[in-house]
């Protein structure tokens, strides 16, 4: 793989873009060795439409290697078969400060993962906490500076959100999601500053109208700075994205949003999961961040 190219910021001289730090992740992933598509529980999934699992693998090992190449480190767990989505682990947990909150899926032709999740978590020492409330881990929720943001609409249930704040001790906002292309959080907003220091806004981009309008209302008076990302950029999954601090990983037909981010003096790096969006997911979905432990 090349290396990832240097962002070149587009900036004026009286409004100097503020440099950006890449800060060390540790994700977990789950390679594609048995995807494919053949049920429908999202708006992307049509099992009618072939699958090329060898194209799936490939994609994502693109993307596995470049977080090594940015130097994260990257834990993997055993695909189950018969679970073709188990390769988009950011549903499998949330984990901050060496604890890890279990999904509790809510189609059942994903609950057989969570066993499998809960059980990597034990064996790699993090405290685990099984859930009572129906949730779908890092799809959901999304931690912001100080602050869990909380999706909610199609899949996790609002009680989860009470669920993870009493877990965490952490203030969780509830974000409500009303467009089923978007079913997850993390489909329709992307944290782009993972570390953020005291007294600081975490940086985040969103799509507006992914949201009803008091979620809009939370999201412009917590985040006023956010990039607005326009609905043909969403579309491709653009947000669905992860990113260091520094470099933001995206869908290359995200070229808006491409563009914002260069202004912002972020890095985007574009990587191709065409294969794995046909199951409903991409970049940050196939990516589950792993905090403490």
Known sequence: MSTPETATATTSVAEPVEARVAHHRRYLMCKPTHFTVDYKINPWMEPTTPTDTAKAVAQWQKLHDLYLELGH????????????????????????????YVPEFFYEQRQGESP???????????????????????????????????????????????????????????????????????????????????????????LPNAFDEASQQILQERFPDAILVAD???????????????????????????????ERGYNPIMVDLSELLLGGGGIKCCTLELRGA
Do not use: C
Request: net charge negative; glycine share 12%.
């Open 232 to 262: 043909e950029d969403g579309a491709v999954f653009g947000l669905n994205s992860a990113s260091d601090g520094r470099n933001v990983i995206i869908s290359p037909r995200a070229t808006g949003f491409e563009k914002q981010l260069r």
């Open 116 to 206: 499998a999740f809960a059980d990597w978590f034990r064996a790699n020492g993090f405290d685990t906490v099984m859930p009572k409330e129906i949730n779908e881990g890092e799809g959901d929720f999304l931690l912001a500076g100080d602050v869990i943001l909380a999706g909610t609409g199609f899949r996790s249930v609002g009680d989860s959100h009470r669920e993870v704040r009493e877990v965490f001790d952490r203030e969780v906002v509830t974000l409500t999601l009303v467009d089923p292309r978007f079913y997850h959080l993390d489909t329709a907003l992307t944290v782009l500053d993972p570390v953020v220091e005291e007294g600081q806004t975490a940086g985040i981009a969103y």
């Open 73 to 100: 480190e990257v834990e993997l767990i055993e695909p189950l078969p018969g679970y073709p989505d188990m390769v988009y682990t950011a549903n499998g947990g949330f984990t901050i400060d060496g604890r890890a």
